[in-house]
């Protein structure tokens, strides 16, 4: 039999997911799947995965080889922040784990662990909702800081100073948030105003982070 979890998200304590629950184990029923992990939490999808239980509940147990396929109702119960469901669909798939989605009928890898079209296609337009998030936050955020210096607020980096490493970055938690959140060197560049030696600096400081986050 093959090992599967069973994966229930809802957004609010007042949601409940048993119906979810009930679902994929009937799923599994029916393909003869031996359920050996039930992940529920109760928080929204647009968190960040590293602030999810349940999403690093299924990574450290699909890490540890205890299932070979995910069952979830739908995509937006893995999440709804796009950037994050595509690194999480994305981890799985590296693990050589199929999410089976009950919505669409289907499977995200096949026998051989490759990828569908309709996985293909989906996983794309992930991309792309999250490629067109990122151009939304960067548009925000420099308005921010355009209507901070007509404030005369300083933003980006101060010059001249010598300082230990914690107050140095304690001034760019900016800076550190989109890296971790992603976004390339050149990118917090433009995003926050920041020189690209500073920005270089910084990812050079908390490379270690940035790699267990990864």
């Known amino acids: 039999m093959v090992p599967v979890a069973i994966f229930g998200r809802t957004s609010t304590l007042e949601q409940d997911y048993q119906r979810q629950i009930v679902d994929m184990k ?3 029923n029916k393909f003869d799947y031996k359920v050996v992990s039930v992940i529920t939490e109760k928080i ?11 999403v690093q509940q299924l990574l450290n147990e699909a890490r540890a080889g205890k299932f070979q396929k995910v069952l979830v109702t739908e995509v937006s119960r893995l999440g709804r922040n796009t950037l994050e469901t595509l690194k ?13 989605l009950h919505d669409l009928n289907s499977e995200t890898l096949n ?21 067109n998030e990122r151009r939304t936050t960067i548009a925000r955020i420099r308005s921010g800081m355009a209507q901070a210096r007509e404030r005369g607020v300083h933003c980006g980096r101060h010059k ?25 060197v050149r990118e917090c560049v433009k995003l926050y105003d920041v020189s690209l030696g500073t920005v270089a600096k910084i990812r050079k400081m908390i490379a270690l982070e940035l790699k267990n986050a990864a």
């Open 160 to 184: 001249g100073t010598t300082e230990s490493k914690e107050k140095f970055l304690s001034k760019y938690s900016k800076v550190i948030d989109g890296l971790k959140k992603g976004f390339s």
């Open 111 to 131: 026998e051989n662990g490759e990828m569908n079209m309709q996985t293909e296609m989906m996983l794309h337009m992930l991309s792309l909702f999250a490629k």
């Open 26 to 28: 009937n799923i599994a």
């Open 88 to 100: 999480l669909v994305e981890e799985l798939h590296q693990l050589n784990i199929s999410i089976y």
């Open 44 to 54: 929204s999808g647009a968190k960040k995965n590293e602030e999810r239980l349940g």
